[in-house]
């Protein structure tokens, strides 16, 4: 992983284990963590925590969110409500270093029932690790971010 940052990180109950190893991973790594929970094994609402990692991504008090459920498509979805999020459900480090370098990613989301940790740690690890290219991928960024494209 690169340079210490700070992350911002939430799961539901079925996330929380998945969640917990990343978590460690992440302060093993010298990042500051924001943990907006769950914390215990309780039923919970998944877009309640998405919609707390994506606000602090969006403001600039986190500069990543990873967000855990138990397939990443109910995360994905509720943090990409959110102008500035850019969030994308991982399966490798592949998809990790592409929708950093290509996308600008800044919310990563897996799923604890269709991914090992392993793999989860590893594309974290080259999620936080790999730049933004920009070039032709930042007039594809700003196409996004573009009122004109809500309409």
């Known amino acids: 992983m690169r340079r210490a940052m700070i992350i911002a990180i939430g799961s539901d109950h079925a996330g929380l284990p998945l969640k917990r190893a990343l978590l460690a991973a992440l302060e093993a790594g010298g990042h500051q963590v924001l943990d907006a929970g769950a914390f215990?094994?309780?039923?919970?609402?998944?877009?309640?925590?998405?919609?707390?990692?994506?606000?602090?991504?969006?403001?600039?008090?986190?500069?990543?969110?990873?967000?855990?459920c138990g397939s990443g498509i109910g995360m994905c979805i509720a943090a990409n409500r959110h102008a500035a999020i850019r969030a994308v459900?991982?399966?490798?480090?592949?998809?990790?270093?592409?929708?950093?370098?290509?996308?600008?990613?800044?919310?990563?989301?897996?799923?604890?029932r269709t991914l090992g940790a392993e793999v989860a740690l590893d594309a974290l690890a080259a999620f936080l690790a790999t730049e933004f290219e920009g070039g032709r991928h930042q007039r594809r960024i700003d196409k996004l971010s573009a009122e004109s494209a809500l309409a």
């Open 89 to 112: 459900n991982l399966h490798n480090s592949t998809e990790a270093r592409l929708t950093r370098q290509h996308n600008d990613a800044n919310v990563a989301c897996f799923g604890a």
């Open 40 to 68: 215990d094994e309780a039923s919970v609402d998944y877009p309640d925590y998405a919609h707390q990692v994506s606000a602090k991504v969006a403001s600039g008090e986190a500069r990543f969110g990873v967000l855990v």
